[in-house]
């Protein structure tokens, strides 16, 4: 089983409490992908939170769970059961925020760091062309998860991602679609997906702004999959 490792941690997964808002948006700062924390790619490390974590808390909190070791939230699951309600908070609230922001910001003269123009500079020319199209009609539901990186292979993420499963089931949500951004050559987190969790890759684009920083060739991929064929089977071969 793969939750074998973790009989050694005291670890409980639990609905979202407004109690752990401030480890939930910590975690998304410090932890990114492949390892990489927000800082590199944008000095303003709150704009992290704002865009990847506060949706799902300040509306749809019981699509969030939380994963506890010996009382302290160590990973999270933020989940959506709508995207297109999402992509509508954003446009109306959340983004005129973060552009507010981001203009006095500039203004002030409070960013300094060269990775955080190159990031600016491709929000603003290129990420709208290497967006990847959403088959919401199909696949309205998506999550964004992370851990901690001492409490990574530790299973967490599966039982996070059961959890999920499990409540958006209840609400009749089959569809989930997911962006992987992986590094050229290294497939394993979308291969880990197609091979155990059901998912289909059906577009791939570059990634330019990972690039500039790593200097390294990188690609979004766009996965989806239907928890239908899992129904008669195992729980746990389920979508994340």
């Not at 699509?63 to 070791?69: G, H, L, M």
């Given at each position: ?5 973790m ?35 944008f000095?303003?490390?709150e ?13 749809e ?12 939230v ?42 955080t123009?190159?990031?600016l ?43 999920f ?39 791939v684009?570059r ?22 064929q ?11």
């Open positions: 089983c793969q939750f074998d490792s009989k050694s941690l005291n670890v409980i997964v639990r609905p979202f409490a407004e109690k752990d808002r401030a480890a939930i948006r910590e975690i998304c700062k410090r932890t990114g992908q492949k390892g990489h924390p927000a800082r590199l790619f000095e303003d490390e704009i992290v939170p704002m865009l990847f974590a506060d949706y799902y808390m300040d509306y909190p019981k699509s969030c769970f939380v994963a506890e070791v010996d009382g302290r160590v990973g999270y699951l933020v989940g959506c059961l709508d995207t297109r309600r999402k992509l509508k908070v954003l446009r109306t609230r959340i983004y005129p925020r973060l552009c507010l922001r981001m203009l006095w910001k500039l203004l002030t003269l409070q960013y300094r760091r060269k990775q123009y190159q990031t500079w491709w929000m603003i020319s290129r990420s709208w062309r290497e967006s990847l199209r959403l088959p919401l009609d199909e696949y309205p539901g998506h999550a964004h998860f992370n851990v901690e990186a001492a409490y990574r292979s530790e299973g967490l993420g599966g039982r996070l991602s059961y959890a499963l499990q409540h958006r089931l209840r609400r009749g949500v089959w569809g989930m679609h997911v962006i992987v951004r992986e590094e050229a050559g290294d497939d394993k987190l979308s291969a880990f997906l197609c091979r155990e969790r059901g998912y289909k890759i059906v577009s684009k990634n330019t702004v990972w690039e500039k920083v790593t200097g390294k060739k990188w690609y979004a991929k766009l996965l989806v999959s239907d928890a239908r899992f129904s008669q089977g195992d729980p746990h071969a389920t979508v994340e």
